[in-house]
């Protein structure tokens, strides 16, 4: 696994340590992502290794306890693992999304008891994507009704990464028509729905949860989101479609070296040659795009919304636009099982399908610039 240059971004020295030692562990998780995969198996030994390495106290802000590195460092550690494991990167990412949050929201109260669960490893996963509107996962349409000690909860979230392993969720629901924010620890009243039977990122076992009357604890209750709170989800999503890119360009690359036609290399067909120099140069340029667009998260911008935003919209379209034609050079012995390129096309696809998908961003981007 390498860690490509960040051209004129810079890192600090211990953003740059991180990134050295979640690279060496990247390795070894690459060496059993076929299996995980094929059994559709949390990869909860990688995950381990990374909060041994110290990776949940590094990426926790300073604020609330940790070390706090900056966005361009999460970017290119989560691309780091996507292009290893993508499902370790998206539960890490998600599990980083739930544990900061609420570590930052509920900081006048609980927060460093969320920041200590973190930092000890304990689980957190993502609940606020509902089954009626996993766009507007920021805008729930499920009502918490009030109750002794906070409101309960009837209804389902949907696509909860690594929910089975999960000891925290971040839940949000309707309080008084406002979107909430709640911690929650499953219990009894909280149901997995194992319905995980998908084609791509499917070592994530992203399952559908339903609330049975469960308890949101006003103790547990956070604040609103702020433009000061760190960001990792959306400033994690463009880099796992990335990582995922970068896997399918070098297994595309690999066969078109080692597949003789006629005597040659395939990699000596022009037609290969000017196919993965159009998309080896859209990636480049979709990664260029992203490290501007963490460079302002990190600069405080106010672009930063909409850069994130059409950074996954590239990062999403070319990762599937490496991977598809990754499947048109590996041809038939492309299309089996036992090959990881088509490992890779199906976790591509899975980019344009998490929130914001390409088609809600195709619609927020366009309509900004034609002023609607």
């Given at each position: 696994?390498?860690?490509?240059?960040?051209?004129?971004?810079?890192?600090?020295?211990?953003?740059?340590?991180?990134?050295?030692?979640?690279?060496?562990?990247?390795?070894?998780?690459?060496?059993?992502?076929?299996?995980?995969?094929?059994?559709?198996?949390?990869?909860?030994?990688?995950?381990?290794?990374?909060?041994?390495?110290?990776?949940?106290?590094?990426?926790?802000?300073?604020?609330?306890?940790?070390?706090?590195?900056?966005?361009?460092?999460?970017?290119?550690?989560?691309?780091?693992?996507?292009?290893?494991?993508?499902?370790?990167?998206?539960?890490?990412?998600?599990?980083?999304?739930?544990?900061?949050?609420?570590?930052?929201?509920?900081?006048?109260?609980?927060?460093?008891?969320?920041?200590?669960?973190?930092?000890?490893?304990?689980?957190?996963?993502?609940?606020?994507?509902?089954?009626?509107?996993?766009?507007?996962?920021?805008?729930?349409?499920?009502?918490?009704?009030?109750?002794?000690?906070?409101?309960?909860?009837?209804?389902?979230?949907?696509?909860?990464?690594?929910?089975?392993?999960?000891?925290?969720?971040?839940?949000?629901?309707?309080?008084?028509?406002?979107?909430?924010?709640?911690?929650?620890?499953?219990?009894?009243?909280?149901?997995?729905?194992?319905?995980?039977?998908?084609?791509?990122?499917?070592?994530?076992?992203?399952?559908?949860?339903?609330?049975?009357?469960?308890?949101?604890?006003?103790?547990?209750?956070?604040?609103?989101?702020?433009?000061?709170?760190?960001?990792?989800?959306?400033?994690?999503?463009?880099?796992?479609?990335?990582?995922?890119?970068?896997?399918?360009?070098?297994?595309?690359?690999?066969?078109?070296?080692?597949?003789?036609?006629?005597?040659?290399?395939?990699?000596?067909?022009?037609?290969?040659?000017?196919?993965?120099?159009?998309?080896?140069?859209?990636?480049?340029?979709?990664?260029?795009?992203?490290?501007?667009?963490?460079?302002?998260?990190?600069?405080?911008?106010?672009?930063?919304?909409?850069?994130?935003?059409?950074?996954?919209?590239?990062?999403?379209?070319?990762?599937?636009?490496?991977?598809?034609?990754?499947?048109?050079?590996?041809?038939?012995?492309?299309y089996l099982k036992t090959s990881p390129i088509q490992r890779h096309l199906r976790d591509a696809e899975a980019g344009q399908l998490?929130?914001?998908?390409?088609?809600?961003?195709?619609?927020?981007?366009?309509?900004?610039?034609?002023?609607?």
């Amino acid at each position: 696994m390498t860690t490509d240059t960040l051209g004129p971004y810079r890192l600090t020295d211990a953003e740059q340590s991180l990134l050295t030692t979640v690279t060496e562990l990247a390795t070894g998780f690459a060496e059993t992502a076929a299996d995980l995969d094929e059994r559709a198996e949390i990869p909860i030994e990688n995950l381990r290794a990374l909060t041994a390495a110290g990776v949940e106290r590094a990426v926790l802000p300073k604020d609330v306890g940790g070390e706090g590195v900056g966005y361009q460092a999460f970017g290119e550690l989560i691309r780091v693992l996507a292009q290893a494991e993508p499902s370790t990167a998206t539960i890490f990412l998600m599990h980083a999304g739930a544990g900061i949050a609420l570590a930052q929201l509920t900081a006048p109260t609980l927060g460093s008891y969320y920041a200590d669960e973190f930092l000890r490893g304990a689980r957190f996963a993502n609940a606020l994507s509902e089954p009626a509107s996993g766009n507007t996962f920021l805008q729930p349409q499920q009502v918490a009704l009030p109750t002794a000690g906070g409101h309960t909860l009837d209804g389902a979230k949907r696509f909860v990464s690594g929910s089975e392993i999960a000891e925290h969720l971040l839940v949000n629901a309707l309080v008084d028509d406002v979107p909430t924010f709640f911690g929650v620890e499953p219990d009894e009243t909280v149901e997995t729905i194992p319905i995980w039977d998908t084609l791509g990122l499917r070592a994530t076992r992203s399952q559908l949860l339903t609330f049975h009357r469960t308890l949101l604890r006003e103790d547990r209750r956070g604040r609103g989101l702020l433009p000061t709170d760190f960001a990792a989800i959306p400033a994690g999503l463009p880099s796992i479609s990335l990582g995922i890119a970068d896997a399918a360009l070098g297994a595309l690359v690999g066969h078109a070296r080692s597949r003789v036609i006629q005597g040659r290399p395939l990699a000596h067909q022009q037609w290969v040659q000017f196919e993965v120099a159009a998309v080896e140069s859209r990636l480049e340029a979709a990664k260029a795009y992203t490290r501007l667009a963490l460079w302002h998260a990190d600069s405080g911008l106010p672009q930063t919304f909409g850069s994130l935003s059409r950074a996954k919209l590239l990062a999403n379209r070319v990762a599937v636009e490496v991977a598809q034609l990754g499947v048109r050079i590996g041809g038939a012995s492309g299309y089996l099982k036992t090959s990881p390129i088509q490992r890779h096309l199906r976790d591509a696809e899975a980019g344009q399908l998490m929130a914001y998908s390409t088609e809600v961003l195709s619609g927020q981007v366009g309509q900004e610039i034609l002023g609607i």
